[in-house]
């Protein structure tokens, strides 16, 4: 794209155009994903969300750049900030899911009784599901790791504990706040 195409779409876009807005989608989503893929070195769905949240960004704060080489450059500092927001999200959650399935039992009664009940509902679970648990919560493996280890894809692993751990939820919700 010349440096003049590049600075009237941007303005366009800071001005609101939807049309330019589209355009901009158009031209730069593949490019976009490449780029994210070569960032984080992560599956197709990790990726496509850090697009989607570049995108949003651009929408919100663009302004016109003078040459495509700078809105390049701008685009993949957004990306590289996303990407890095997205892999912290994620840490966070994992950390929390983590502390909620296998966090220490205190001395409470309760918290036993919980961390018990918990165990026993983990125990049901296909026992395909149950490895994938404790490789991942307590023995700590990354995704990477489990992946290479098991033969499966990181998505497929990513799905399966996150499909689990959202029963495991809805069922500890069912079991204590009734």
């Known amino acids: ?9 941007t303005a366009a876009m800071a001005a609101g155009d939807e049309r330019a807005v589209e355009r901009f989608y158009r031209l730069y989503f593949d490019w976009l994903l490449a780029q994210a893929r070569r960032c984080t ?3 197709e769905a990790f ?9 949003l960004r651009v ?3 663009v302004r016109p750049a003078k040459c495509e080489a700078q809105l390049r450059g701008w ?3 957004l990306l590289q900030t996303a990407a890095c927001d997205r892999i912290r999200s994620e840490s966070r959650r994992r950390k929390r899911e983590s502390a909620a399935i296998i966090g220490q039992a205190s001395a409470n009664d309760e918290d036993e009784s919980r961390l018990h009940w918990i165990q026993e509902q983990i ?3 296909d026992p395909e599901l149950v490895r994938l648990i404790d490789l991942r919560f307590q023995r700590g493996w990354t995704l990477r790791r489990i ?6 894809s990181i998505g497929t692993i990513d799905g399966r504990l996150r499909r689990a751990l959202s029963d ?3 069922q500890a919700m069912d079991q204590w706040h009734d």
């Not at 990726?47 to 995108?55: N, R, Y």
């Not at 992946?147 to 499966?152: P, V």
């Open 47 to 55: 990726c496509l969300d850090v697009v989607q949240d570049v995108v």
């Open 123 to 125: 125990a049901k679970f």
């Open 1 to 9: 794209m010349s440096d003049d195409a590049t600075e009237k779409l």
């Open 147 to 152: 992946s290479e280890s098991l033969g499966l």
């Open 75 to 77: 685009l993949k500092l």
């Open 168 to 170: 495991l939820r809805l």
């Open 41 to 43: 070195g992560r599956d």
């Open 59 to 61: 929408m919100r704060i």
